[in-house]
């Protein structure tokens, strides 16, 4: 279930988010301290069996008390490209598994607010890497539905080496063909990009074909940037590509760019990653034109030889005596 007012935008840094449904309306917050205040969002490095603690500021801005349950959960990507969080019953193994609030649940009178007291405690053997979570709010409403939730992103980096990696699984190329035999028809390429490092990130793309021996190169239009992908996260993509030659055998090149941006904004490009796939291109129009080419030629041939066999019979045959 989504966020209430996208956690997405939460962590873009636009204010304390918040969330209404009937009387019930509240907001969530960064709590001000060692950290500073007016945070955008939660951010931490911290080593293998390191541990602080942090806050959150719930406020309610309803005429009646509001009780919300309060917990954490990590991160994924949902497949429109936007960040979510797992659901309460879900089971994190990240940011929603080192998250502690001190206690499950609050409750707020109206016109006022409350902070939630959270420790981060990362275990011995955390990997190192980055990680995405954050810590949510929901009506605790017993048997009712967890449909409402507002939260606040945690970006936390674990120390140790970072190691960014992209791939490219599933490479295809599909070639829809052209009925004007010397014309270029369209192709389609298709492929998953999975982050397979420690890190997250960005996929700048790039895709071409070409005939063979580098010939008849024909390029894709502009290609939205990947959303920001999680560790073990994958993409599916689907590029067309206009104008390409039936040269027999077409090579389909997917490049990647990946794209490591910091807790402060700043973006990193990183050394590129490529990918090739091959797919035969039978020019059927042309062959059909030469096949039936091919046949007029021999169908002329046979008539050619017909008549001049017929005109040496003629030729051959003795004049009657008179």
């Known amino acids: 279930m989504a966020l209430l007012a996208a956690f ?31 945070r955008r969002n939660y951010s931490y490095t911290l080593d293998p069996g390191g541990r602080i603690e942090d806050g959150l500021v719930v406020a309610n801005h309803g005429t009646t008390p509001l009780r919300l349950s309060v917990y954490a959960a990590d991160a994924f990507t949902t497949g429109q490209g936007r960040l979510d969080l797992l659901g309460q019953d879900a089971k994190s193994t990240g940011v929603g598994a080192w998250v502690h609030p001190d206690r499950p649940g609050v409750t707020v009178r109206p016109g006022e607010s ?34 409402r939730r507002l939260g606040i992103r945690i970006r936390l980096r674990v120390g140790g080496e970072l190691k960014p990696s992209l791939s490219v699984r599933d490479l295809e190329v599909r070639y829809s063909g052209t009925p004007n035999p010397l014309g270029t028809g369209d192709a389609t390429v298709t492929y998953t990009i999975r982050n397979d490092g420690n890190s997250i990130l960005t996929a700048r793309q790039a895709v071409s074909l070409s005939g063979p021996f580098g010939r008849w190169d024909a390029r894709a239009g502009h290609i939205d940037d990947s959303p920001q992908l999680l560790p073990g996260d994958t993409w599916k993509v689907s590029v067309p590509v ?32 490529e990918s090739t796939a091959h797919a035969w291109t039978i020019p059927w129009a042309l062959l059909l034109v030469l096949a039936i080419l091919c046949g007029l030629v021999v169908a002329a041939l046979v008539v050619w030889r017909r008549r001049k066999t017929t005109l040496h019979e003629g030729l051959g045959t003795p004049l009657a005596q008179g």
């Not at 990997?127 to 409403?141: D, F, K, L």
């Not at 090579?251 to 050394?271: I, N, R």
């Open 242 to 273: 206009h104008g390409v030659t039936p040269a027999l055998r077409l090579t389909g090149t997917v490049t990647l760019v990946p794209l490591l941006t910091d807790a402060a904004g700043s973006v990193a490009p990183l050394a590129a990653v």
């Open 8 to 38: 997405g935008l939460i962590g873009a840094g636009t204010g304390p988010a918040a969330a209404a449904d009937g009387e019930v309306t509240w907001t969530v917050a960064t709590a001000s301290g060692d950290f500073g205040s007016d």
């Open 114 to 147: 409350a902070e939630v007291p959270f420790t981060v405690a990362l275990p011995d053997d955390a990997a190192p890497g980055e990680y995405m979570g954050g810590i949510v709010t929901s009506p605790a409403v017993p048997g009712g539905p967890d449909g």
